[in-house]
C-alpha cells in the first residue's frame, strides 16, 4: 500500500470516528420533549469547547511545575465574507460578482496531511503538505497565511521534509520526484538535489556551523550529508539496498527525521528499528537508544524529533500519539499527549519541531492540524520552584509560643511540608 493510500484509508477512518461521535453526542435522545413555546426562540447547540479555558492547559498536571503549555493550533487560513445577499439575475446579467466568484478570490486552504515544519527568521512557521501540493506560511501571532504553491511557484509531487537555514533558504524535500528544491529567501527556487540516488527524502537539517544539510531517506535506509552552499553529496550514512534489514548499531531501517544538538550531534529516528541513533558531526556512530513497546518509554514507529534549548531530545511517536521527551542518552523524563482530537491530543502525530523562542510545533496527518506549544526551561523551573519555596517557607513561620502554652503535654509536631516532585527534564 502505498503512503497516499495509507493516508486516505486512516483519513477515512479518521472522519468516521468523529462522524458518529457528533451523532451521538449532538443528536437528542427519541424520548426528548419536542414541545416548545410558540414564542421561545431557539438556542444554539452548546460548544463543549467553548466551555474549556485552554490557556491553563499545561503538562506534567498541577501541583507540579509546568514544562509545557498548550499555546495555539493551525489548520487554515481566515477568509472575509462581505455578504451573505445572494446575486440576482439583474446583477448577472450586468455582470456583477458572484458568490462563487467572491469565493475564488478568498479560497480557503486547509491543512491536510501536514509534515514536516519549520520556522524562519521572523517566527513565521512553514508546513509541508504533501496532499495540498503546498507549503503553508503561518504567522503565529495572527494566523495570517501565505502559500508556495503546486503549479504556480514551484512543481511539487509529495513533499514531506522541510529545512530552513541562517540565511532563510528553504529546503524542500519532496518524495515523488526524488529530490530537494531549495528557495531562496524570497521563495523563488535557486536548485535542486538529486544526487545520491534519493529514493524517499523526508526529514531533514541543517548544521548552520558545518554548512552540512542532513536528508532522511526512509527508501535507502541512509543519512545523506550534502554541502548546504554547492548542493554537493559529500558522503552518507548507513547502508543503501537492504530492504529495511539491518538492525546493527549504525545502520538504519527507514530513518524518518533528524535533529541536531547544540554540539552539532545528529540524531536519527530509526523508525522500524524503534530507536534514535547519535552521530557526531563527522558521521561517527556514538550511541543508540530505544526499543519497541506499547507505551511510554518505548516507541512503537518514532518519526519527529526535536532538541530544546536545554539539550532535551523530543521524539513523536505515531503510534502512540504521544510525544517523550528524553535526556541525551535515553533517559526518558515526562511525556504527554494521547489519541484524541483535543488540544495536547493527537492523530498521527508526524511532524516536530522547536524553534529558538522555545516554543514547540507538532504536525498531525488527521485531522489536518499544527498544534503549538511552550518550552518551559531548566531556569525556568528552577526559578518557580526557589519561588514556591520560599512563599512556603513565608506560611509556615508561626507566632511565638506563649509560656503558659507550654505546660502539659508536648504538642503534636506537624509534618514537614511536603515539595511536588515535578516531571521535570532535567539532566
Known sequence: MTRSSKHELLRFTAMLAVLVFSVSVLTPPVHADKKKKKDEP????????????????????????????????????????????????????????????????????????????????????????????????????????????????????????????????????????????????????????????LIDPAGMAIDNENRFLYVADAGLDQVLVYDADNLNLLRTIGTAGKKHTL???????????????????????????????????????????????????????????????????????????????????GHLLMWMGGHGLFPGQFRDVEGLYIDKNNRIFTSEQYPGRLQMFRYFTDDETRAELAKRKAAADKNSVKPATKPEEKTGAASQAAPASQTSSAAKPQQ
Open 247 to 329: 538492525t546493527e548499531e549504525g545502520q538504519f531501517s527507514a530513518p524518518e527525521n533528524v535533529a541536531l544538538d547544540a554540539d552539532n550531534n545528529l540524531y536519527v529516528t530509526d523508525m522500524f528499528n524503534n530507536r534514535v541513533e547519535v552521530f557526531d558531526a563527522d558521521g561517527n556512530f556514538i550511541r543508540a537508544w530505544g526499543k519497541a513497546g506499547d507505551r511510554p518509554g518505548y516507541f512503537s514507529r518514532p518519526k519527529g524529533i526535536a532538541i530544546d534549548s536545554d539539550g532535551h531530545v523530543w521524539v513523536a511517536d505515531a503510534m502512540q500519539d504521544i510525544l517523550q521527551c528524553y535526556t541525551q542518552d
Open 42 to 197: 431557539a438556542q444554539p447547540q452548546a460548544n463543549i469547547l467553548d466551555k474549556i479555558d485552554f490557556s491553563k492547559l499545561v503538562w506534567p498536571n498541577p501541583p507540579a511545575p509546568p514544562r509545557l503549555k498548550y499555546l495555539n493550533y493551525f489548520c487554515c487560513d481566515k477568509v472575509k465574507v462581505e455578504s451573505k445577499k445572494k446575486s440576482s439575475w439583474m446583477d448577472r446579467m450586468a455582470g456583477g460578482e458572484t458568490q462563487n466568484e467572491k469565493a475564488l478570490d478568498n479560497p480557503v486552504f486547509a491543512l491536510w496531511t501536514p509534515y514536516g515544519i519549520a520556522v524562519d527568521s521572523k517566527g513565521n512557521v512553514y508546513v509541508a503538505d504533501g496532499k495540498v501540493g503546498a507549503i503553508f506560511i503561518f504567522n503565529t501571532e495572527t494566523k495570517d497565511l501565505t502559500m508556495i504553491k503546486n503549479g504556480s511557484d514551484a512543481r511539487f509531487g509529495d513533499i514531506i521534509g522541510l529545512a530552513i537555514d541562517d540565511s532563510d533558504r528553504l529546503f524542500v524535500s519532496d518524495t515523488k520526484f526524488h529530490r530537494v528544491v531549495v528557495f531562496s529567501k524570497e521563495h523563488k527556487i535557486e536548485g535542486s538535489i538529486t544526487q545520491g540516488g
